[in-house]
């Protein structure tokens, strides 16, 4: 079955654009044309992706990013016609997984879509590999997208998840913010590494008990992040 996408967009020319060239490429497409609408089709619809608009009727594209992370966490790539970076920061603060400025080439709005859902779904050649790590007081489930932390469930985004597990994955390994533009976001970053940044916050606020002075995820100062597996 063909992953469903759901498209948030008010302008009428630009949803008409990313429907042609997302369902060129085989996906299903839903258009919403205001934020009230977006919330709704989540609900009703569960698509695999939501591209999102920021600037929207009724409610705009924070808003709404805000209020689906309540109930979902379906990966969302936002756009958006503004350059400045406090609101691509924002957008990532609110749980956004990517976004793409205005005005865009569809090429790479779809390989960035392919990308988010690749990293989101396992490919079949993963299904025999292991369905979980445990790392001190914390299990990533690599099936169910799930982080238990000391027996609570930790609400993580698919893109804060992702990071998680890859750095998991390669315990005391350093990498640089380009390096994990690439490995974790699947494309080159063209130097937005604040993205990483700013994920790496968020996730450290989510699982360490002192985010200040993290225990998982460290930083060599100059380098990058890596993951310590914690002591006994």
Known sequence: MADKILVVEDEQLIADILRFNLEREGYQVLLAFDGQEALSACRREAPQ??????????????SVCRELRRFSRVPVLMLTAKEEEVDKILGLELGADDYVTKPFSPRELVARV???LRRTQPAPDEEGAIAQLRVGDLTIDHDSYRVVLSGQEVGLTP????????????????????????????????????????????????????????????????????FQRPGP
């Open 49 to 62: 992706l939501v591209i999102l608009d920021i600037m929207l009727p009724k409610l705009d594209g924070f």
């Open 114 to 116: 392919k990308a988010i």
């Open 159 to 226: 893109k804060e998840f992702e990071l998680l597990r890859f750095l998991a994955q390669h315990p005391g390994q350093i990498f640089s913010r380009e390096a994990l533009c690439r490995e974790v976001w699947g494309y080159d970053y063209f130097g937005d590494a604040r993205t990483v940044d700013v994920t790496v916050r968020r996730l450290r606020e989510k699982i360490e008990s002192d985010p200040s002075r993290p225990v998982y995820i460290k930083t060599r100062r100059g380098v990058g992040y890596y």
